[in-house]
T-cell receptor, first 112, second 113 residues
Framework: GQNIDQPTEMTATEGAIVQINCTYQ??????LFWYQQHAGEAPTFLSY????GLEEKGRFSSFLSRSKGYSYLLLKELQMKDSASYLC?????????????FGKGTRLSVIA | KAGVTQTPRYLIKTRGQQVTLSCSPI?????VSWYQQTPGQGLQFLFE???????NKGNFPGRFSGRQFSNSRSEMNVSTLELGDSALYLC????????????FGQGTRLTVV
């Protein structure tokens, strides 16, 4: 089966940096996605990694190590509005367009 | 550009009934995927349609079915509803090509009583 693990909950302080880890064991790998989901809203796309290394996009960065089956999402200069669930998802098939397999999400609370 | 539209937003049904949910993808997107989201299981893939054909299917019972129309709009049907079907049902659209991101709708919150 497919297994994607993330911490269930995290708390961090406004202005700080937080790292949300994701480990995966899947039958194949064709890219890893991070989504943000505020309560009662749709998930919104944050980042995509298919090669090893760091992808930076403003306050958000995402890292991938395929050999370790590991990714993290780094959020800098935390703001209260960053309080949300962060979903890690893997596209499993070796090629082509296949559905995403999601982790259960990490609920991040940003406190003053 | 309009986003992904799901209707209705909220629905309450009784056990044993059936329900149909609708999803209109972003204009030009040919792939529509459906997911079930519950607090305990997270987002679980139901099925994906591309150009009116089911291209992928998750591990859900046959009570869950779907279809896609020529304009890419998709419907999902659940028959003989069970209490455990209470969930947020999300639809995601994409171009359907490799490595493209999926855009999610607001979802339909289904409550089965």
């Amino acid at each position: 089966g497919q297994n994607i693990d993330q911490p269930t909950e995290m708390t961090a302080t406004e202005g700080a940096i937080v790292q949300i880890n994701c480990t995966y064991q899947t039958s194949g790998f064709n890219g890893l996605f991070w989504y943000q989901q505020h309560a009662g809203e749709a998930p919104t796309f944050l980042s995509y990694n298919v090669l090893d290394g760091l992808e930076e996009k403003g306050r958000f960065s995402s890292f991938l190590s395929r050999s370790k089956g590991y990714s993290y999402l780094l959020l800098k200069e935390l703001q209260m509005k960053d309080s949300a669930s962060y979903l890690c998802a893997v596209r499993v098939a070796p090629s082509g367009n296949t559905p995403l397999v999601f982790g259960k999400g990490t609920r991040l609370s940003v406190i003053a | 550009k309009a986003g992904v539209t799901q209707t209705p937003r909220y629905l309450i049904k009784t056990r044993g009934q059936q329900v149909t949910l609708s999803c209109s993808p972003i204009s030009g997107h040919r792939s529509v995927s459906w997911y079930q989201q519950t607090p305990g299981q997270g987002l679980q893939f139901l099925f994906e349609y591309f150009s009116e054909t089911q291209r992928n299917k998750g591990n859900f019972p046959g009570r869950f079915s779907g279809r896609q129309f020529s304009n890419s709009r998709s419907e999902m049907n659940v028959s003989t509803l069970e209490l455990g079907d209470s969930a947020l049902y999300l639809c995601a659209s994409s171009l359907g090509d490799r490595n493209t991101e999926a855009f999610f709708g607001q979802g339909t919150r289904l409550t089965v009583v």
